[in-house]
């Protein structure tokens, strides 16, 4: 299936109802599971990631096969690991090419009996759930948050705790914070002094919680309205004040023209001048998730970058770095990949080199779909192949879109 996405107005003024935050309502499935709650969590989100999370979690079956979702394999090795029984867990063929030994080795470490059957380091997994005990654990910080988060999650439950040790960069910290305050939500007490966490042996309190709007989902719409000429739009139950990390967008967006007003309901985004910006320069080691949509901004806005911190883009949903140049080629822009876990752009763009009507390759990756969008407000016919993969965060956006003034229509 081939999606086409046009809008030639530039003038967007339109409320959007956001899907709630995936990152919270997983985190916050794995706490209410290991809290025994009677409680139901409010405003999940419908995204394929937490709905395979949800599934597999109120599952009599002990086979799970997650599909794209990498936060359900990471989250759910950790939890099975503990929980008596046996368990069988796998995922599509990308997921069986993303790495998981860190993981894995550490909960060995703390007495997990888990086999790989199939390829050594990567999943399918078979865990063999059993009591757990706690010690210090040096981690690499530099590879995925995930790893630490799914530790986090379940070191209030295992024997004496955990104290994790960080060494090197932490890439993500925004998304361990996010962790460690959802858990001191529901009564967990922590420490984390200079690259050390360490988490008591106590118990988590369950209660009732709401899941706040999904911040990474709203980054499309801040990269929407910074291609238009002028415009509003309202991003309903959306809080400047947030457990989230990619809040910090708000004020990124300042610079491209965009000012976020804090309203009872949500959040009102207001076109207030065109942006003036030479050149962007920024290390995305806390938000590596919106890195996507300020490379599609920047060339669509012909705005040098040189991005740092996106050494994790490698092993997510695809090679996000390969990606972004492969795709970002069709609209004449040549990406540079400097060093490890960097992008960057002259600014150049080869008139040669220019697609008409571009055909966006998803590589099964959910933002792919959700960055290059945008960029319809640029004049181009946007074709998107595989565009429902967008169900993995943002079931509804193509509506969205529609309700915005775009047209998107299936290509026959």
């Not at 706490?31 to 969590?41: D, E, R, W």
């Not at 002990?62 to 990498?70: C, E, L």
């Not at 069709?330 to 002259?346: M, R, T, Y």
Request: with cysteine.
């Amino acid at each position: 299936m081939i999606y086409e996405i046009s809008n030639k107005n530039r003038v967007v003024n339109t409320t959007v109802n956001l899907p709630s935050s995936k990152s919270i309502s997983n985190r916050a499935l794995i706490i209410n599971a290991l809290s025994y709650s009677p409680y139901p969590l409010n405003n999940l989100s419908d995204s394929d990631d937490t709905v395979v999370l949800s599934a597999a979690l109120n599952s009599n079956n002990n086979k799970f096969d997650i599909g794209h979702a990498g936060t359900a394999m990471r989250f759910l090795t950790a939890f099975l690991a503990k929980i008596v029984g046996v368990w069988e867990v796998t995922g599509s063929e990308r997921m069986q090419q993303r790495p998981i030994s860190i993981l894995v080795d550490a909960l060995k470490s703390l007495g997990a009996q888990i086999e790989y059957t199939k390829n050594e380091g990567f999943p399918p997994l078979k865990i063999l759930g059993s009591h757990l005990t706690g010690k210090t654990i040096e981690l690499d910080g530099s590879v995925s948050s995930q790893y630490i988060s799914a530790l986090l999650l379940i070191a209030p439950t295992i024997e004496n705790g955990l104290t994790l040790k960080l060494t090197g960069d932490i890439t993500s910290r925004s998304y361990i914070e996010l962790t460690l305050k959802l858990m001191a939500e529901f009564g967990i007490q922590y420490r984390w002094e200079g690259n050390e966490i360490t988490v008591p042996e106590q118990n988590y309190f369950p209660h009732y919680f709401t899941v706040e709007a999904d911040w990474s989902g709203a980054s499309y719409w801040y990269e929407i309205l910074s291609l238009c000429d002028s415009g509003e739009i309202f991003l309903k139950n959306l809080q400047l004040e947030s457990l989230q990390g990619d809040a910090h967008i708000a004020g990124w967006f300042t610079q491209f023209g965009v000012i976020s007003t804090q309203k009872p309901d949500g959040v009102l985004l207001t076109k207030t001048e065109d942006c003036t910006l030479k050149q962007l320069i920024h290390d995305f080691i806390e938000n590596p998730d919106v890195a996507q949509t300020m490379a599609c901004l920047c060339v669509a806005k012909k705005i040098p970058f040189h991005f740092s911190g996106l050494k994790t883009l490698k092993i997510k949903e695809t090679d996000r770095i390969s990606a972004l140049q492969n795709e970002l080629a069709k609209f004449g822009a040549k990406i540079a990949e400097p060093g490890h876990g960097e992008l960057a752009w002259d600014g150049k763009i080869n008139s040669n080199s220019i697609v008409e009507n571009p055909l966006i390759e998803t590589y099964h990756d959910h933002r792919m779909a959700l960055a290059f969008a945008p960029m319809a407000l640029q004049g181009f016919n946007i074709q998107i192949n595989d565009p429902m993969v967008i169900t993995k965060s943002y079931p509804g956006f193509w509506d969205d879109l529609k309700n915005a003034g775009f047209s998107v229509s299936e290509m026959a």
